[in-house]
C-alpha cells in the first residue's frame, strides 16, 4: 500500500484542482451550445438532501410525455448552471428529446462527496441521497421514466458517476465518467474529501477488490448492473491517469466480464477504445483514452459518444419502456401498518387495484415522517431512504389485476417519531388510504 499523505491546505488543493480545470472549462465553453439558459429551471424543495445540493433542470419542448432522464454532474469548482452551459447534453437532450437534471454543489469549493462513508453507502446520506430525490421527483413531476435513468460526470461528477452506480444500481441503467476514479478510490474517514493516494493513482487493487468494494454499497442487492463508460487522458496530472486502468478492473469484475478487450479500435487519431463483454456500442463496459491530453474532457463530440452508449440517440421510445399503466385516482388502496420499538419499526403495506384495468409495473410513492430512514426491505425496491420514497415493483409483482393485491414493506430506524405517512400515490395516482 502506498504511504499516506498529509491532505493538502485548501489553498494548495484549490490551487490543483483549477490548474485542471481551467483547461477543463476552456475547452467546454468551446464545446457549448449556442444558448439555453432561459430553459433552465431551478427546482426547489425536491426532497431529502442532507448537502443541500441545488437542483436544475431542462426539459427541451422535443420531449415526450415520458422521457429519459440524464443526471449530468459538474466537475469542482463548477455548478450545475455551468455545466449545462459549457457540455454538449443540452443541445442533445434538444435533438433526442430526454430530460437532463444538473445537480449543484454548494460547499466550499464546489466539489462533489465521494468520500465519506455516507457517500459511500446506499442510503447512508450526503450528496447521493441529494441526487436520487432529484431523480424521484423527475419521475414524479416530470414523468421520466423510471426504466431510463443514466448519470453522466466529468472529475468530481465523474467520481459521482461511479458512486451512484455503485450506491443505486437498481436505479441507474448506465453511466459514463469523464476522468474519474473507481468507486471507493477517494474514501476517507477523517472528514477529509481530498485522497492525494487517489488522486495521483497509487492506490491499485485487483479487480475483485475493486468490485467488492461497489457491490458493498448496497449488500444483498443480486440485481442487474447498470453499464459504464469511462474516458480519461493520458496526460491527466489531477486525477492521473492509472485511475482509468483501475475503473476498468472495477466494472468488468462488477459485470462479470472479460478484461480482456473483445472489441478495439482508434476512433480519431489520439482515442483508443476498447470495449469489455460485448463488441457493440452498447457493451456492458467502454472505455476510452485519449493520448497526450490532460484534465480537459469531455471536449466536442464526447457528450454524443455517452449518449450513443446509453441508448439514447434516438427520437423513438422503446417499447420496453412504455409506461406503465396508471390507475385513475380512487382506483387503488393502501393498508400500512407499523410496528415500532426503541430506535426501529417494521412497516407492512398492502397495494389494492381497486380500479377495473389491470395495472403493468407500479410505482408507489409516499413520504416518510421526519426522523425515518428505510435500512432493508423486501418485495419492493425503495428510493431514496428518506423523505419522498418511491417504492417500485420487483420481476414478480409488476402486475396487479383488477381486484389483486401485492404486500410489501421494509424496515427503518426513526428519532421518535413512529408515525405513518399521511397519503400514496400509485404511478402518479391518489390512492385511498385504509
Not at 474517514?189 to 448496497?218: F, H, K, M
Not at 421510445?317 to 426503541?342: E, I, K, L
Not at 420514497?389 to 402486475?399: L, Q
Request: net charge neutral; charged share 10%.
Amino acid at each position: 500500500m502506498p504511504r499516506t499523505r498529509r491532505r493538502p491546505g485548501l489553498r494548495t488543493l484549490l490551487t490543483a484542482l483549477l490548474a485542471g480545470v481551467t483547461p477543463l472549462l476552456a475547452a467546454l465553453l468551446l464545446a457549448a451550445p449556442s444558448a439555453h439558459a432561459a430553459s433552465l429551471t431551478e427546482v426547489t424543495g425536491f426532497g431529502a438532501n442532507p448537502s443541500n445540493l441545488r437542483m436544475y433542470v431542462y426539459r427541451p419542448d422535443s420531449a415526450p410525455a415520458r422521457p429519459a432522464v440524464l443526471v449530468a454532474v459538474h466537475y469542482c469548482t463548477g455548478s450545475g448552471p455551468a455545466f449545462y452551459s459549457g457540455t454538449e447534453f443540452a443541445s442533445l437532450a434538444d435533438r433526442y428529446g430526454f430530460l437532463v437534471v444538473y445537480p449543484s454543489a454548494t460547499r466550499s469549493g464546489g466539489c462533489f462527496d465521494v468520500s465519506s462513508p455516507q457517500a459511500l453507502k446506499r442510503g447512508g446520506g450526503s450528496d447521493p441521497v441529494g441526487i436520487m430525490s432529484m431523480v424521484t421527483y423527475a419521475q414524479q413531476h416530470y414523468g421520466a421514466d423510471p426504466a431510463r435513468v443514466f448519470v453522466a460526470g466529468a472529475s468530481s461528477g465523474a467520481m459521482m458517476t461511479n458512486v451512484l452506480l455503485g450506491d443505486y444500481p437498481d436505479v441507474f441503467k448506465a453511466g459514463a465518467a469523464f476522468m474519474g476514479v473507481p468507486f471507493g478510490c477517494f474514501a476517507t474517514t477523517d472528514g477529509s474529501e481530498w485522497n492525494s493516494a487517489c488522486a495521483n493513482g497509487t492506490v491499485i487493487r485487483t479487480p475483485q477488490q475493486w468490485g467488492d468494494l461497489a457491490r458493498g454499497a448496497y449488500p444483498g442487492y443480486t440485481g442487474p448492473r447498470p453499464r459504464m463508460q469511462v474516458w480519461h487522458g493520458t496526460e491527466d496530472t489531477t486525477l492521473r491517469y492509472p485511475n482509468f486502468g483501475e475503473e476498468i478492473k472495477q466494472w468488468t469484475d462488477v459485470l462479470g466480464v472479460s478484461q480482456t478487450p473483445a472489441f478495439t479500435d482508434h476512433p480519431q487519431s489520439t482515442w483508443t477504445r476498447t470495449r469489455y463483454g460485448g463488441t457493440g456500442t452498447q457493451a456492458p463496459v467502454e472505455a476510452i483514452s485519449i493520448q497526450g491530453t490532460g484534465h480537459t474532457l469531455p471536449t466536442s463530440g464526447m457528450a454524443a459518444r455517452a449518449i450513443s452508449f446509453f441508448g439514447l440517440d434516438s427520437t423513438t421510445t422503446p417499447p420496453p419502456t412504455d409506461p406503465p399503466t396508471t390507475p385513475p385516482a380512487g382506483a387503488c388502496r393502501v393498508a400500512y401498518t407499523t410496528s415500532a420499538w426503541n430506535t426501529g419499526l417494521t412497516a407492512n403495506i398492502t397495494v389494492t387495484n381497486t380500479g377495473t384495468a389491470p395495472i403493468d409495473g407500479w410505482a408507489l410513492a409516499f413520504t416518510l415522517p421526519a426522523g425515518q430512514t428505510i435500512t432493508s426491505g423486501w418485495n419492493a425496491t425503495y428510493s431514496p431512504a428518506s423523505g419522498v420514497v418511491t417504492a417500485r415493483n420487483v420481476s414478480y409483482n409488476s402486475a396487479l389485476a383488477p381486484g389483486a393485491s401485492t404486500t410489501l414493506g421494509f424496515q427503518a430506524n426513526h428519532t421518535g417519531n413512529t408515525g405513518s405517512p399521511a397519503s400514496f400515490t400509485l404511478n402518479g395516482a391518489a390512492c385511498q388510504v385504509s
